[in-house]
């Protein structure tokens, strides 16, 4: 299969810092412009960071379509990899999906995670999730989640249809996510907004939190941000409180 042509905004990056490393990652249907500005800020703070593209993201939704969500954990496995041959210490963040694979990540290399940030991650599937399976064979796209954002200057890079067979994969995700949350060691900051849109907060939240196996965990509320926090107006204070975070551990 001919690869698809990635968008421009939407290629992985990376920033050579210190000897600590950071892994930040993406969300469902969007891509690593949502989060260069704040791979950008971490690495201001001295840290090494690696944004890496989820396979099926940037490129096209009949793209994404055809991924496995198996192709999303191998990447963010091949990008942990990377960053421990680099790094003394490597910590794991990411937005929406992005959070939820970083508790995967945290699941289950739980030597190689020295810490967690999840910002507004989903572990809670809702109704016309768990019918994904039934619906693919029916409804190949359903309308855009993407941008969810307070601040009316900023913008998400995103798909604006979400394709079905890719949200019955992301449901095979969370199921193996909830039910790895307790075997989780390391540091965790769960930051989350408010006002959420697209995942319901304060449910999904309040569920990582009560089921995190992590002694040393904390919960930081956003106030003024929706969804695509890293791009909107509390993207600043989640710089700070992450790098402080990683910092102390």
């Given at each position: ?10 290629q992985p ?5 210190g000897p600590?490393?950071v892994?930040?990652?993406?969300g469902?249907?969007g ?14 703070h ?6 890496p593209r989820l ?6 939704v ?22 421990g ?5 490597v ?5 929406s ?8 990540l945290?699941?289950r ?14 572990v809670?599937?809702?109704p016309?999730?768990?019918a994904?399976?039934?619906l693919?064979h029916?409804?190949r796209?359903?309308p855009?989640?993407g ?11 995103c798909?604006?249809k ?7 994969e992301?449901?095979k995700?969370l199921a193996e996510?909830?039910e790895?949350?307790?075997r989780?060691e390391?540091?965790a900051?769960?930051i989350?907004?408010?006002?959420d849109?697209?995942?319901?907060e304060p449910?999904?939240?309040e569920h990582?939190?009560g089921n ?12 003024d ?25």
């Amino acid at each position: 299969m001919v690869e698809p042509e990635v968008w421009e905004e939407a290629q992985p990056f990376f920033f050579e810092g210190g000897p600590l490393g950071v892994l930040v990652i993406h969300g469902f249907t969007g891509s690593t412009q949502s989060m260069r500005p704040y791979g950008e800020g971490l690495a201001g703070h001295g840290f090494t960071v690696l944004g890496p593209r989820l396979p099926g993201h940037g490129t096209s939704v009949e793209d994404m379509s055809r991924r496995k969500y198996t192709e999303w954990t191998f990447e963010v496995e091949r990008a942990l990899a990377e960053l421990g041959k680099r790094c003394e210490k490597v910590f794991v963040t990411g937005l929406s999906m992005g959070g939820t694979l970083t508790l995967w990540l945290a699941s289950r290399h739980r030597g190689e995670v020295a810490g967690i940030v999840p910002i507004n991650a989903l572990v809670l599937t809702k109704p016309l999730m768990r019918a994904a399976s039934l619906l693919k064979h029916v409804v190949r796209k359903i309308p855009g989640v993407g941008s969810d954002i307070k601040n009316p200057e900023a913008r998400e890079l995103c798909y604006d249809k979400v394709p079905v067979p890719a949200v019955h994969e992301l449901t095979k995700l969370l199921a193996e996510v909830r039910e790895g949350l307790g075997r989780i060691e390391a540091p965790a900051l769960v930051i989350a907004s408010r006002q959420d849109h697209v995942v319901e907060e304060p449910a999904n939240a309040e569920h990582i939190m009560g089921n995190l196996g992590s002694r040393e965990k904390e919960l930081f509320w956003l106030e003024d941000s929706y969804h695509v926090a890293t791009l909107d107006n509390d993207a600043g204070l989640i710089i700070e409180r992450a790098a402080s975070f990683f910092k102390e551990h």
